[in-house]
């Protein structure tokens, strides 16, 4: 079962610089998960755990690491589906197929 806790951690997220620009992608995506939103629901950290996402991943391109244009917030349940970090499978439901949205 992969885990998150107990990985190397780029050096990188514990920086200064990466803190300060993390508060700043927070605060200019409102506290509010962006793919949440897209879909027409409001997560704030009231709702989840808020984390920031690098659109290009940092270790293909280090040299956006900071850049606001390839920084986006997002909260964990999408930021783990985007990078498809499952800790398990999820039990498909088998009730989804039969839903009608007419
Ligand atoms: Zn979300």
Not at 18 to 43: A, Q
Not at 54 to 59: A, C, P, S, T, V
Not at 67 to 79: A, F, G, I
Request: glycine content about 2%; aromatic content about 10%.
């Amino acid at each position: 079962m992969p885990y998150v806790k107990g990985k190397k951690v780029n050096p990188f997220y514990l920086s200064r610089s990466w803190k300060d620009k993390r508060l700043e992608i927070l605060e200019r995506d409102n506290y509010e998960c962006v793919m949440c939103k897209s879909e027409g629901r409001v997560t704030t950290r009231n709702d989840a755990i808020l984390e920031i996402d690098h659109i290009q991943e940092l270790d293909d391109y280090p040299e956006l690491a900071l850049v606001d244009e390839n920084l986006r917030t997002l909260c964990r349940s999408c930021h783990n589906k985007r990078h498809k970090r499952f800790g398990f499978t999820p039990k498909k439901n088998k009730w989804a197929d039969d839903e009608r949205f007419d």
